[in-house]
């Protein structure tokens, strides 16, 4: 007995981990089979062991997105999970359930499923309302804000015959194009890349800028409405309504009658899927009659009217010969498995990524092993598991690197990181080339005709030791090294005489401090408009910039700690580079010295256009109320806790029109009062009703 308790033990530990991998820190560790799998082991060895039970164990949860930083919201209808098939076995003996229950033959509406994040979108006469995650099925949070960004979604609706009020359900999830695009990003300010697509969608939208979120490009797909009466009789009339109304909704559905045509559509889309521009992971099955979906009804955590089935993923066995270990410009360490070539989803595979050490203790991968390799998202070749039963006698647990390849250095791992780093920025040639090639990059300071490769032979032959040397650059030293010209010479020098005239928001992405990326920068530029104002801003300062939090304001205070980097951003001001931003002409100055946070939404402006309007007046954006803030500019829908956190520390609260009327030369409000304290009521009833 103590070894089933022993087990049973050991299993939620294990569930618990995964859990907290996928749901807080948005880096699943084992694929969803797998999951399954440990989750239905661990659910029947408690149905036959009640006297193991523990309120606790993760078989009685159910997996939940919600977060601190969004206000709470109850779903009007639950927002039921599907449960989960991964064999044509399984899909036949749900069709023959159906049958058997519904005393007939039904017919079955099948649908990609969508690799995204659900998401509830709620309209009211027709008008969007608000967006509520899944959270864990009864409340999400509300994302309005960010799912206002997504040009798919509509805010009105078109045609008619929609309800008062009905929530339609559907994916939020990231294109292919998009997560590359966004992944290289992370990589390049030291950012742990999303494992994939998914994540990167879950993570998007609990950003809490939506400026960022518009950034990312995300897309949706609806496929489901909730409300007091059907809109439809079928589940297939419910989509053509759907897109009738301006909603995008898949174009790969299709009406079953028998379990073969089902099977004929999983197959084709098996393979066919490969070619589509976002990740999808399976097939749904639904009944198609919204009549006999109602009779069949649903547990406590899924339809029994839909089902989806998993598609496998594409993977080879192979042998992992060696592990080497790359330094990236930030110092980040990653692992890189050599493998003995295996041909996989049409490429012959020679290397995968092995993220990190903990994944790699997580496996167990040791040298030698028969590995399994996918592509992750059909991107990027990755280890998923091991054979056990094949790896070589004596073999070792795998040893992690405790010091830099490059330099020797002892590389360091904080609490809340992933990755291992080497500490020795201006010393580990890796990261000095890596800077530098970062440097000169387009979005940067876009010096042409330098690419990696020159910029590592300037780097050999000691012409560069940081970004400030290539200022000292002339062409007679250009002009003697390999496949370099005179012509050349005189276009890379002339390149990097101009990039001097790059703003100043640009170098400050330039210079490369880590978790700095091309939009935080643009926001600390306009915040604190010179680099030796940035050199002197205290933790508390650069807390109050947008999209600042406290690992970025640690990194930027790090930086600027270091002599070294003191004395090149000196070597940088001397070859004429702006490290100042060139004041634009204000439009006035009635907001001069005052720090303003925006929330909620309003009926004559934008949020992006009143932050514009703001700065236009001399005013500042803040991301959050504190002591600091002079000014929460009020809409509807505001955040009780934002109103909250502002009645406590005094902060004046202004309407849209109190607002307008301030920056056209009105009298300032009064410290809040009575008065104040009605226009905060109204604000709150606005939000609840």
């Given at each position: 007995m103590n070894e089933v308790k022993q087990k049973i033990d050991r299993l939620r530990q294990v569930l618990d981990r995964l859990n907290y991998n996928y749901y807080v820190l948005n880096a699943p560790s084992a694929e969803d089979r797998e999951y399954d799998r440990l989750m239905a082991e661990l659910t029947s060895l408690e149905a036959a062991h009640p006297e193991f039970d523990d309120?606790?164990?993760?078989?009685?949860?159910?997996?939940?997105?919600?977060?601190?930083?969004?206000?709470?919201?109850?779903?009007?209808?639950?927002?039921?999970?599907?449960?989960?098939?991964?064999?044509?076995?399984?899909?036949r003996e749900f069709v023959a359930r159906i049958g058997r229950e519904s005393g007939g033959t039904a017919a079955y509406c099948c649908e990609l499923k969508f690799d995204g994040t659900a998401i509830s979108l709620t309209y009211e006469n027709g008008r969007f309302v608000r967006a509520v995650t899944r959270g864990d099925g009864v409340e999400g949070d509300d994302v309005s804000a960010n799912v206002r960004t997504i040009r798919s979604i509509p805010m009105r609706l078109l045609g008619e015959g929609w309800p008062s009020y009905m929530e339609v359900r559907g994916e939020i999830y990231m294109p292919h194009e998009r997560f590359e695009r966004l992944n290289a990003e992370r990589a390049d300010i030291g950012e742990e890349p999303f494992a994939n697509p998914r994540n990167a969608a879950a993570g998007t939208l609990k950003q809490q800028n939506s400026a960022v979120v518009a950034q990312r490009g995300l897309d949706a797909v609806l496929y489901a409405v909730q409300s007091d009466a059907p809109v439809a009789a079928s589940h297939y009339e419910v989509l053509q309504r759907l897109k009738a109304w301006g909603f995008k909704t898949s174009a790969a559905v299709k009406v079953c009658r028998s379990v073969e045509e089902i099977m004929e559509y999983i197959h084709y889309w098996d393979t066919a899927r490969h070619e589509l521009p976002y990740e999808t992971d399976g097939a749904v099955i639904k009944v198609d009659s919204i009549r006999l979906q109602r009779d069949l009804g649903a547990t406590a955590k899924a339809p029994r009217w839909a089902v989806a089935y998993k598609f496998k993923a594409e993977q080879a066995a192979t042998q992992l010969l060696s592990v080497d270990f790359q330094v990236g410009r930030t110092g980040a360490i990653t692992p890189v498995a050599n493998l003995s070539p295996v041909r996989l989803a049409g490429t012959t595979v020679k290397r995968a990524s092995l993220h990190n050490a903990e994944q790699i203790e997580?496996?167990?991968?040791?040298?030698?092993?028969?590995?399994?390799?996918?592509?992750?998202?059909?991107?990027?070749?990755?280890?998923?598991?091991v054979d056990p039963a094949r790896r070589p006698a004596g073999s070792v647990p795998f040893s992690y690197i405790t010091h830099c390849p490059e330099c020797g250095t002892e590389l360091v791992k904080e609490a809340d990181e992933a990755k291992h780093y080497c500490p020795n920025a201006t010393g580990c040639p890796p990261q000095i080339v890596g800077r530098i090639v970062h440097y000169i990059s387009r979005k940067a300071m876009n010096i042409e005709g330098l690419g990696d490769e020159t910029v590592q032979l300037l780097y050999n032959n000691g012409l560069l030791g940081d970004m400030a040397n290539l200022y000292d650059l002339e062409v007679e030293h250009l002009v003697p090294l390999e496949r370099l010209g005179q012509k050349s010479a005189e276009n890379i020098i002339g390149s990097i005489a101009k990039s001097t005239e790059v703003p100043y928001a640009r170098v400050l992405f330039a210079i490369g401090i880590r978790y700095v990326g091309e939009t935080t920068a643009k926001k600390l530029a306009a915040a604190i408009p010179s680099v030796?104002?940035?050199?002197?801003?205290?933790?508390?300062?650069l807390l109050e910039v947008e999209e600042v939090g406290g690992k970025i304001a640690d990194s930027i205070i790090a930086y600027f700690a270091d002599p070294r980097n003191v004395a090149m951003i000196d070597r940088l001001r001397c070859a004429g580079v702006q490290l100042e931003a060139v004041q634009t002409a204000k439009l006035s100055a009635a907001l001069a010295g005052k720090k303003i946070v925006i929330s909620g939404t309003f009926e004559h402006h934008s949020r992006p256009e009143l932050k514009e309007l703001i700065e236009q007046h001399s005013g500042t954006n803040q991301s959050s109320v504190s002591k600091t803030t002079d000014y929460l500019l009020a809409g509807a829908g505001i955040g009780p806790k934002k109103l909250e956190t502002a009645n406590k520390l005094g902060v004046r609260i202004l309407s849209e029109e109190e607002f307008l009327q301030l920056i056209g030369g009105g009298e300032e409000p009064a410290v809040p009062g009575q008065e104040a304290e009605r226009e905060v009521l109204k604000v709150q009833q606005q939000t609840l009703f």
């Amino acid at each position: 007995m103590n070894e089933v308790k022993q087990k049973i033990d050991r299993l939620r530990q294990v569930l618990d981990r995964l859990n907290y991998n996928y749901y807080v820190l948005n880096a699943p560790s084992a694929e969803d089979r797998e999951y399954d799998r440990l989750m239905a082991e661990l659910t029947s060895l408690e149905a036959a062991h009640p006297e193991f039970d523990d309120p606790n164990s993760p078989s009685h949860r159910v997996g939940s997105d919600l977060t601190k930083e969004f206000e709470p919201v109850r779903h009007r209808y639950p927002m039921l999970s599907l449960g989960n098939t991964y064999s044509e076995e399984e899909v036949r003996e749900f069709v023959a359930r159906i049958g058997r229950e519904s005393g007939g033959t039904a017919a079955y509406c099948c649908e990609l499923k969508f690799d995204g994040t659900a998401i509830s979108l709620t309209y009211e006469n027709g008008r969007f309302v608000r967006a509520v995650t899944r959270g864990d099925g009864v409340e999400g949070d509300d994302v309005s804000a960010n799912v206002r960004t997504i040009r798919s979604i509509p805010m009105r609706l078109l045609g008619e015959g929609w309800p008062s009020y009905m929530e339609v359900r559907g994916e939020i999830y990231m294109p292919h194009e998009r997560f590359e695009r966004l992944n290289a990003e992370r990589a390049d300010i030291g950012e742990e890349p999303f494992a994939n697509p998914r994540n990167a969608a879950a993570g998007t939208l609990k950003q809490q800028n939506s400026a960022v979120v518009a950034q990312r490009g995300l897309d949706a797909v609806l496929y489901a409405v909730q409300s007091d009466a059907p809109v439809a009789a079928s589940h297939y009339e419910v989509l053509q309504r759907l897109k009738a109304w301006g909603f995008k909704t898949s174009a790969a559905v299709k009406v079953c009658r028998s379990v073969e045509e089902i099977m004929e559509y999983i197959h084709y889309w098996d393979t066919a899927r490969h070619e589509l521009p976002y990740e999808t992971d399976g097939a749904v099955i639904k009944v198609d009659s919204i009549r006999l979906q109602r009779d069949l009804g649903a547990t406590a955590k899924a339809p029994r009217w839909a089902v989806a089935y998993k598609f496998k993923a594409e993977q080879a066995a192979t042998q992992l010969l060696s592990v080497d270990f790359q330094v990236g410009r930030t110092g980040a360490i990653t692992p890189v498995a050599n493998l003995s070539p295996v041909r996989l989803a049409g490429t012959t595979v020679k290397r995968a990524s092995l993220h990190n050490a903990e994944q790699i203790e997580l496996l167990d991968i040791r040298i030698g092993d028969t590995v399994l390799v996918e592509k992750g998202g059909e991107i990027i070749p990755k280890i998923v598991g091991v054979d056990p039963a094949r790896r070589p006698a004596g073999s070792v647990p795998f040893s992690y690197i405790t010091h830099c390849p490059e330099c020797g250095t002892e590389l360091v791992k904080e609490a809340d990181e992933a990755k291992h780093y080497c500490p020795n920025a201006t010393g580990c040639p890796p990261q000095i080339v890596g800077r530098i090639v970062h440097y000169i990059s387009r979005k940067a300071m876009n010096i042409e005709g330098l690419g990696d490769e020159t910029v590592q032979l300037l780097y050999n032959n000691g012409l560069l030791g940081d970004m400030a040397n290539l200022y000292d650059l002339e062409v007679e030293h250009l002009v003697p090294l390999e496949r370099l010209g005179q012509k050349s010479a005189e276009n890379i020098i002339g390149s990097i005489a101009k990039s001097t005239e790059v703003p100043y928001a640009r170098v400050l992405f330039a210079i490369g401090i880590r978790y700095v990326g091309e939009t935080t920068a643009k926001k600390l530029a306009a915040a604190i408009p010179s680099v030796d104002a940035l050199m002197q801003a205290s933790r508390e300062e650069l807390l109050e910039v947008e999209e600042v939090g406290g690992k970025i304001a640690d990194s930027i205070i790090a930086y600027f700690a270091d002599p070294r980097n003191v004395a090149m951003i000196d070597r940088l001001r001397c070859a004429g580079v702006q490290l100042e931003a060139v004041q634009t002409a204000k439009l006035s100055a009635a907001l001069a010295g005052k720090k303003i946070v925006i929330s909620g939404t309003f009926e004559h402006h934008s949020r992006p256009e009143l932050k514009e309007l703001i700065e236009q007046h001399s005013g500042t954006n803040q991301s959050s109320v504190s002591k600091t803030t002079d000014y929460l500019l009020a809409g509807a829908g505001i955040g009780p806790k934002k109103l909250e956190t502002a009645n406590k520390l005094g902060v004046r609260i202004l309407s849209e029109e109190e607002f307008l009327q301030l920056i056209g030369g009105g009298e300032e409000p009064a410290v809040p009062g009575q008065e104040a304290e009605r226009e905060v009521l109204k604000v709150q009833q606005q939000t609840l009703f």
